[in-house]
């Protein structure tokens, strides 16, 4: 891992699901609906938040703008640059190894 990256981890939930997100190319309104749909109602990302973040995230060279698209009232397109794909592949497995030592100190609970 590039140690200029290493100062962004642990990301905050909201920043690791904007990453995550961007897998593929969204716009703002689609971020927020992609990670409503994978958190199941769980995480709400108010736009303010939203927006603060992407402007980090393209400041720090996380992710990029990659279009404006004329014909949706000048929608701005994302996405994952390759060094936020090294960042978020780093905090998936570190979220991994989290889990998994979890369960192995108190084991497997389910509700």
Request: no cysteine; charged share 25%.
């Amino acid at each position: 891992m590039e140690k200029r990256l290493l100062k962004y981890s642990p990301l905050t939930e909201a920043t690791y699901y904007i990453l995550l997100t961007l897998n593929n190319p969204l716009h703002g309104y689609g971020i927020i609906k992609r990670i409503d749909a994978l958190t199941k109602g769980r995480l709400i990302i108010p736009s303010g938040t939203l927006y603060g973040a992407i402007n980090t995230l393209i400041n720090n060279k996380l992710i990029e703008l990659i279009s404006i698209d004329p014909k949706s009232k000048g929608k701005k397109m994302y996405i994952i640059t390759t060094s936020g794909k090294k960042l978020i592949y780093y905090e998936i497995n570190r979220l991994k190894e989290m889990v998994n030592n979890g369960i192995g100190e108190v084991g497997d609970y389910y509700e």
